[in-house]
């Protein structure tokens, strides 16, 4: 642990990239195995870790007949042939520091506290980050544990944050396109549903039931559409092999809102029914 602190402090930790890299990994490992006792080298870890997670990714837009762009850019064609590019290595390095930094809260727990105002709103900000699927993942997965970290100052701290989660989670499950992430966020969803408890009153309530009908509904017409597909004149080995993972991929969402609903009734019983019978 001394040699990697000299390390980090060193010139060379701060400066080479490529080294500040390996000694992020170093560090996670280490966190995970010393648990609460990594405590005191946070505050010589966190700050790299919260600037890479903090850095706004590098945008170029070219022009449309522009074939040689390299393989640092990753490039999207709007529909009105806008040609723009995205520095792939700052979008990793992004996701990375967001892993990372639920691995901290979830290996440190409630003594990770002392990072919450800076990491929450890190977090909840990301849901939305339209650019990388990594980093709204792991925004999502940081939430149980950051919730966590905070339970122990009592109910209304408690409460307090999830005030600030819960409305920004739902508004993101609306609107997520990728079902992978989506089925993150239901994750995220459920394991707070049973860390908050009576947290979830009538209005959080009827915003996750209505949440949850939205998606049951959303998953009966992609398993009609997967149907109506098999019927096509073009349907083939290859479309069937589409076709099977989105079954798959709809199976996962599926039992994620099922979670979700376990978890309300195991809670509150009786009163999700009003909610549920709507």
């Known amino acids: 642990m001394d040699l990697l602190m000299k390390t980090q402090t060193s010139d060379a930790g701060k400066q080479d990239d490529v080294l500040a890299s390996y000694l992020i990994q170093a560090w996670a490992r280490m966190c995970k195995i010393l648990g609460k006792d990594f405590l005191?080298?946070?505050?010589?870890?966190?700050?790299?870790?919260?600037?890479?997670?903090?850095?706004?990714?590098?945008?170029?837009?070219?022009?449309?007949?522009?074939?040689?762009?390299n393989n640092e850019w990753e490039c999207i064609t709007l529909a009105d042939q806008t040609k723009f590019g995205i520095k792939t290595a700052s979008l990793e390095d992004k996701s990375t520091a967001f892993q990372l930094l639920v691995c901290y809260a979830r290996d440190v727990g409630e003594e990770f506290v002392s990072y919450l105002d800076e990491v929450a709103p890190l977090m909840v900000n990301h849901l939305k980050f339209i650019l990388h699927e990594g980093v709204r993942t792991a925004a999502a997965d940081s939430l149980p544990y950051l919730l966590t970290c905070v339970k122990s100052k009592g109910p209304v701290f408690l409460q307090q944050l999830w005030a600030t989660f819960w409305p920004k989670l739902i508004e993101c499950m609306r609107t997520e396109p990728d079902k992978d992430v989506l089925v993150s966020f239901f994750q995220s969803l459920c394991a707070c549903v049973e860390i908050v408890e009576d947290g979830v009153d009538g209005e959080v309530m009827g915003a996750i039931t209505r949440i949850l009908h939205d998606r049951l509904q959303e998953h009966f017409k992609s398993e009609n559409d997967i149907k109506e597909k098999r019927k096509d004149e073009d349907y083939d080995e290859g479309v069937e092999e589409d076709l099977a993972m989105e079954g798959e991929t709809n199976e996962l969402v599926l039992n994620q809102v099922s979670d979700v609903l376990h978890a309300l009734f195991k809670i509150h019983r009786e009163g999700v029914l009003p909610y549920f019978n709507q």
């Open 40 to 69: 005191p080298y946070l505050p010589v870890v966190m700050p790299p870790i919260l600037a890479a997670a903090k850095v706004e990714p590098e945008v170029a837009v070219f022009d449309e007949d522009e074939n040689d762009v």
